[in-house]
């Protein structure tokens, strides 16, 4: 229980949710309908994909191809261009959060070494952003987009034409941005060999992860995934279990319920209906400024039928501020624990170029399907 406390204390997302949940409960008291609130398919597939990707980040899988990349950068561009991508395009197979964790404190280690550490808030800034919108290009790529992939029975033509000329932009803005930075030649300093890849827990995941698209594609039941993957690893990777985000999916419950019950409101539904209707995207990118991209997906798709616009609105709402997407949190931790001086400055240029990345891609939103 006091673990439990613990967990609430410090996620304030997490206790959110679950105080809206308790809050709602009094409206409609508890009755054989909640077990219907809580989509299981989502809550599988989340758990199966982190718990594969905490095993992949254990074996120091994403670190190697950092350095390998790495080791072939000759200037101060190319080294930023590298940290900004990276997590860029491995987002969307190992999602936003998870890219974050990977590469923010790489970044953080390779620019000190390499004598950059001038440019480590404009590259931590950019890497955040880079995380967010890549993530968007695929159903795994975020938790909002596999939540509104499986509750729509979006296809993944419909998605991949939703969301690819928003990605296309993105990289280009970013490239945009690095064609703006100065450029000098650097010597990117020698890694030294860590241990050896367990080539055989490699297999196991890359064969555990090919299921987990497997899943999402609905090839497989995920009840059937999940089961697979957890008892996998209770026999060959617990530690990678202990890596899981369970506040995560226990935010997911919270909302879940909350959300339930909010659709059993007439009122409420009627009244919420009405200001969604046409203004999907805009409403979700609003609302994300204030809760979050995950918790106003979840919110929202409880009074609309218009999937799309909602996509599109909950990953540009990850854009703004630094709780608009909570992936972004992970960074501004990094940059915090790293040095305590550099809150102020990190925060000023994160609301800037989030704000100048999202006002740059509603407006080819609205090009593309105003």
Excluded at 170 to 182: C, G, I, R
Aim: proline share 4%; charged share 15%; glycine share 8%.
């Amino acid at each position: 229980m006091k673990k439990l406390l613990d967990l609430f204390k410090h996620d304030t997302v997490l206790a959110v949710s679950w105080l809206l949940a308790l809050v709602s409960a009094f409206l409609v008291p508890p009755d054989r309908t909640y077990l219907g609130y809580l989509d299981f398919h989502t809550l599988g597939l989340l758990f199966s994909l982190m718990a594969v990707m905490a095993g992949l980040q254990r074996l120091g899988l994403f670190r190697r191809l950092g350095e390998f990349l790495l080791a072939r950068t000759s200037t101060t561009r190319q080294l930023e261009g590298a940290l900004i991508f990276l997590p860029f395009f491995v987002s969307m197979a190992v999602t936003n959060d998870v890219a974050l964790i990977t590469f923010v404190p790489f970044a953080l280690e390779v620019l000190r070494m390499a004598g950059r550490e001038e440019r480590l808030i404009p590259t931590v800034v950019m890497q955040t952003i880079a995380a967010n919108l890549g993530s968007m290009a695929t159903p795994i790529g975020n938790p909002q987009n596999l939540y509104l992939y499986s509750h729509y029975g979006l296809g993944l033509g419909v998605f991949f034409r939703t969301m690819l000329p928003l990605t296309v932009g993105s990289a280009l803005l970013l490239a945009l941005f690095l064609l703006l930075t100065p450029s000098r030649p650097l010597a990117v300093p020698r890694f030294e060999d860590g241990r050896p890849l367990d080539r055989r827990k490699a297999a196991l995941y890359a064969c555990l992860f090919l299921l987990c698209l497997a899943a999402v594609v609905k090839l497989i039941p995920v009840w059937w995934l999940t089961l697979l993957v957890l008892v996998t690893l209770l026999a060959a990777d617990r530690p990678a279990l202990g890596r899981v985000d369970y506040s995560l999916l226990l935010t997911f419950g919270g909302f879940f319920i909350f959300v339930g019950n909010l659709g059993r409101l007439p009122l409420f539904r009627q009244v919420l209906g009405q200001i969604l209707a046409g203004r999907e995207a805009i409403c979700c990118v609003l609302a994300s400024q204030v809760i979050s991209n995950v918790p106003t997906a979840l919110l929202l798709s409880g009074f609309t039928e218009n999937g799309r616009a909602l996509l599109v609105g909950a990953n540009l709402g990850g854009l703004g501020t630094l709780i608009a997407s909570m992936a972004s949190l992970i960074s501004y931790k990094q940059v915090a624990r790293a040095d305590l001086g550099l809150r102020g400055r990190y925060l000023r240029w994160f609301t800037v170029a989030n704000l100048i990345f999202l006002a740059a891609l509603l407006a080819l939103y609205g090009l593309l399907y105003g």
